[in-house]
T-cell receptor, first 115, second 118 residues
Framework: AQSVAQPEDQVNVAEGNPLTVKCTYSVSGNPYLFWYVQYPNRGLQFLLKYITGDNLVKGSYGFEAEFNKSQTSFHLKKPSALVSDSALYFCAVRASYSSASKIIFGSGTRLSIRP | DTGVSQDPRHKITKRGQNVTFRCDPISEHNRLYWYRQTLGQGPEFLTYFQNEAQLEKSRLLSDRFSAERPKGSFSTLEIQRTEQGDSAMYLC????????????????FGEGSRLTVL
């Protein structure tokens, strides 16, 4: 069975500082990994994904994420936070060995950027 | 706009009534997911389809829940004999999946259908 853990319910960062939102996963074989963002009263939006290749993937709004196979992690990062980055962030995982594989989401991390 | 659309956006019902939600995915997408989300929590997997075939249904889902995608296009999620614990946001998402290893396409979500059971 696959699972995702987001150990922090909330992350608070000052504007202009770097941010990290943590995610660890468990899946059989190699994973496909995703980050989504949810703004208040809005649907989830795709940010970025890791499929294969370079462990550092870049996505929308200046976000990037680093895949670490040995630590089974896929942390979301941004070098300089903006107040507008404040939102709910979800990590998701899918097993790569089968096309008949569902996508499972973590419980989410609320990111709060203070001016 | 050719995004994922869900209807109704908000449904208020009394306990014991049946409700049905509809999802229209992005037209060329062959995979469709249903998730349930409660306030401040992550989307909980309910079921998903590849074209008209239902590939998996969550074991946590009671028999009161049923979903269909009769022609591989739109999908409906029905909840029979609703209970207060069914109150949640029901999310639909679609993606393009292409064999043999899967397109690994990201999900495109609708705005959700909020269910309130009184």
């Amino acid at each position: 069975a696959q699972s995702v853990a987001q150990p922090e319910d909330q992350v608070n960062v000052a504007e202009g500082n770097p941010l990290t939102v943590k995610c660890t996963y468990s899946v059989s074989g190699n994973p496909y990994l995703f980050w989504y963002v949810q703004y208040p009263n809005r649907g989830l939006q795709f940010l970025l994904k890791y499929i294969t290749g370079d462990n550092l993937v870049k996505g929308s709004y200046g976000f990037e994420a680093e895949f670490n196979k040995s630590q089974t992690s896929f942390h979301l990062k941004k070098p300089s936070a903006l107040v507008s980055d404040s939102a709910l962030y979800f990590c998701a995982v899918r097993a790569s060995y089968s096309s008949a594989s569902k996508i499972i989401f973590g419980s989410g991390t609320r990111l709060s950027i203070r001016p | 706009d050719t995004g994922v659309s869900q209807d109704p956006r908000h449904k208020i019902t009394k306990r014991g009534q049946n409700v049905t939600f509809r999802c229209d995915p992005i037209s060329e997408h062959n995979r469709l997911y249903w998730y349930r989300q409660t306030l401040g929590q992550g989307p909980e997997f309910l079921t998903y389809f590849q074209n008209e075939a239902q590939l998996e249904k969550s074991r946590l889902l009671s028999d009161r829940f049923s979903a269909e995608r009769p022609k591989g296009s739109f999908s409906t999620l029905e909840i029979q004999r609703t209970e207060q614990g069914d109150s949640a946001m029901y999310l639909c998402a679609s993606s393009l999946e292409s064999p043999p290893r899967g397109n690994t396409g990201e999900l495109f979500f609708g705005e959700g259908s909020r269910l309130t059971v009184l």
